[in-house]
């Protein structure tokens, strides 16, 4: 089991830029996350997918914000235009539903740092 | 929605002593309460989970305990050395929510030699 694959896993851009976050949940798993976490606010759910369909946007900040799940192996989180108070770690978690809800797994994140 | 809080945000205990961090829930429905450990510049992991069907879990040195009728579920960790030093987060949520966990501002545990 590879566990959940962020990439890349640092980025650093002007401000203005377009940033592309990738995620590759893992396999068998119908749950995608997406999570920002600051010192200020902490651990955010940006949003979340159920079978490649996005569930709930409502933590997605802006419309600069955007995620799509394509097919059940990859995500994107895309931030156009990027500015300097979007410097954060990014995690992509991933999980699957049975009986009862399991644990999301994390991937090692992304340090994003826009200049 | 649901709203969890947790205390303290900062625990400094002596090698070898008890920590405890304790976490509230507001929605009664909620019956998965994970917790996650962040080591500094790493990813949160799992550490041990409780559903809401027991009242506690033990995993080494390492508990977790749940009272429903307060709403209430803690973390117990017993004869800590330096390696728990780290950021503990605790969670919760309910089956048909969507696996979606609401998380508690989290815990910087120091352990002191």
């Known amino acids: 089991d590879a566990g959940v694959i962020q990439s890349p896993r640092h980025e650093v851009t002007e401000m203005g830029q377009e940033v592309t976050l990738r995620c590759k949940p893992i396999?068998?798993?119908?749950?995608l996350f997406w999570y920002r976490q600051t010192m200020m606010r902490g651990l955010e759910l940006l949003i979340y997918?159920?079978?490649?369909?996005?569930?709930?946007d409502s933590g997605m900040p802006e419309d600069r914000f955007s995620a799509k799940m394509p097919n059940a192996s990859f995500s994107t989180l895309k931030i156009q235009p990027s500015e300097p108070r979007d410097s954060a770690v990014y995690f992509c978690?991933?999980?699957?539903?049975?009986?009862?809800?399991?644990?999301?797994?994390f991937g090692d994140g992304t340090r994003l740092s826009i200049l | 929605g649901e709203n969890v809080e947790q205390h303290p945000s900062t625990l400094s205990v002596q090698e070898g002593d008890s920590a405890v961090i304790k976490c509230t829930y507001s929605?009664?429905?909620?019956?998965?309460f994970p917790w996650y450990k962040q080591e500094l510049g790493k990813r949160p992991q799992l550490i041990i989970d409780?559903?809401?069907?027991?009242g506690e879990k033990k995993d080494q040195r390492i508990a977790v305990t749940l009272n429903k009728t307060a709403k209430h579920f803690s973390l117990h960790i017993t004869e800590t050395q330096p390696e728990d030093s780290a950021v503990y987060f605790c969670?919760?949520?309910?089956?048909?929510?969507?696996?979606?966990?609401?998380f508690g501002t989290g815990t910087q545990l120091k352990v002191e030699l």
């Open positions: 969670a919760a949520s309910y089956t048909g929510g969507g696996n979606k966990l609401t």
């Open positions: 978690a991933s999980s699957f539903v049975g009986d009862w809800n399991q644990p999301q797994h």
């Open positions: 929605d009664s429905a909620s019956n998965y």
């Open positions: 409780i559903r809401s069907n027991v």
């Open positions: 997918f159920n079978n490649n369909v996005p569930i709930d």
């Open positions: 396999s068998g798993h119908d749950y």
